[in-house]
């Protein structure tokens, strides 16, 4: 079950924010953007030019507009995004790694010289319905609510980015092992590679946060 995070928490007191703040980790940095509506107004604001790509529900719009803002924040300066052969973001004006994530109310940005992998996921009852689609029944005994749940699906969503070259599902290669305070220990088998990965999360009003903070083969 989830454990309320108090007030002093660096994260959690995002959620009494109107904006942003960052996360600073030895890897690296992941900011956190709460989306409050304004971001349309900023947006074309910062980013005069610039639209989103095809067309996408406006909620989607939103979520995208506020991920590019927080990235903007961070690096201090207009990132120029391209997408990699596996459909991952890459910044082509600065050497750092970029991973993005966005939900209901949030959008996320990890930043390192390294790895990087970040998820951010709104809870809600569905998640339930989907458990047996993504997790083993050992994982599926480590989280019987829906809070655990989401928690676990934000967990593989943040290894699966992290290996997006490999085209996969949640269940057969990505395992997590334990969910202590706040991290999570999980293991990633590719072929005859196994992967040991350390997960960071934190707890947020109605969503959890979720980033990789060491991967060892």
């Given at each position: 079950?989830?454990?309320?995070?108090?007030?002093?928490?660096?994260?959690?007191?995002?959620?009494?924010?109107?904006?942003?703040?960052?996360?600073?980790?030895?890897?690296?940095?992941?900011?956190?953007?709460?989306?409050?509506?304004?971001?349309?107004?900023?947006?074309?604001?910062?980013?005069?030019?610039?639209?989103?790509?095809?067309?996408?529900?406006?909620?989607?719009?939103?979520?995208?507009?506020?991920?590019?803002?927080?990235?903007?924040?961070?690096?201090?300066?207009?990132?120029?995004?391209e997408k990699d052969a596996?459909?991952?973001?890459?910044?082509?004006?600065?050497?750092?790694n970029v991973s993005v994530?966005?939900?209901?109310?949030?959008?996320?940005?990890?930043?390192?010289?390294?790895?990087?992998?970040?998820?951010?996921?709104?809870?809600?009852?569905?998640?339930?319905?989907?458990?047996?689609?993504y997790l083993k029944p050992?994982?599926?005994?480590?989280?019987?609510?829906?809070?655990?749940?989401?928690?676990?699906?934000?967990?593989?969503?943040?290894?699966?980015?992290?290996?997006?070259?490999?085209?996969?599902?949640?269940?057969?290669?990505?395992?997590?092992?334990?969910?202590?305070?706040?991290?999570?220990?999980?293991?990633?088998?590719?072929?005859?590679?196994?992967?040991?990965?350390?997960?960071?999360?934190?707890?947020?009003?109605?969503?959890?946060?979720?980033?990789?903070?060491?991967?060892?083969?």
């Open positions: 079950m989830r454990s309320e995070v108090g007030c002093a928490d660096i994260v959690s007191q995002i959620c009494a924010m109107p904006l942003v703040d960052t996360l600073e980790i030895p890897v690296g940095r992941v900011g956190l953007w709460r989306i409050d509506g304004t971001e349309e107004a900023r947006y074309d604001l910062q980013f005069p030019s610039v639209g989103t790509k095809g067309t996408v529900h406006p909620r989607t719009s939103l979520q995208r507009k506020a991920s590019r803002l927080l990235l903007a924040q961070m690096l201090g300066f207009r990132p120029e995004l596996d459909g991952r973001p890459m910044l082509t004006n600065s050497p750092l994530s966005h939900t209901d109310g949030f959008a996320a940005v990890m930043l390192g010289p390294g790895p990087v992998s970040v998820d951010v996921q709104a809870i809600t009852p569905r998640i339930l319905k989907l458990r047996e689609r050992e994982e599926q005994r480590m989280a019987p609510d829906m809070d655990t749940a989401t928690l676990l699906w934000a967990a593989k969503e943040t290894v699966y980015k992290f290996c997006a070259t490999e085209r996969h599902d949640f269940r057969a290669p990505i395992t997590v092992h334990h969910i202590s305070e706040d991290t999570m220990a999980a293991t990633l088998l590719v072929g005859e590679e196994l992967s040991s990965l350390t997960l960071g999360h934190r707890w947020l009003s109605g969503a959890v946060l979720v980033w990789l903070e060491s991967v060892r083969s």
